[in-house]
Nanobody, 115 residues
């Protein structure tokens, strides 16, 4: 059974930082493109960042220079380091593991940026 478990969300003030973790069981993250998505009520889910199997990364324009995605194969975990957080970064952040043939989702973790 495949599980992706996110952690690290919470309430942070504008300008603050959080690190999200996505720990996988049942798969090896090094064989998947690992992505972080976010969604707010009433809006479509958007891709925030992805780290591909070869280690290359892509980011949404809105988070470039502020967020960093990484992967620790030994811990079977993907991370999203979020710095200089803004109120419009508030969303439910979900982890995704994807190949050409299958994909898996975590349950999501709430990130709220507010003073």
């Amino acid at each position: 059974q495949v599980q992706l478990v996110e952690s690290g969300g919470g309430l942070v003030q504008p300008g603050g930082s959080l690190r999200l973790s996505c720990t996988a069981s049942g798969i090896f993250v090094r064989f998947y493109a690992m992505g972080w998505y976010r969604q707010v009520p009433g809006k479509e889910r958007e891709l925030v960042a992805v780290i591909n199997r070869d280690g290359s990364t892509n980011y949404a324009d809105s988070v470039k220079g502020r967020f960093t995605i990484s992967r620790d194969n030994a811990k079977n975990t993907a991370y999203l380091q979020m710095n200089s957080l803004k109120p419009n970064d508030t969303a439910v952040y979900s982890c995704n593991a994807r190949t050409n043939f299958q994909q898996y989702w975590g349950q999501g973790t709430q990130v709220t940026v507010s003073s």
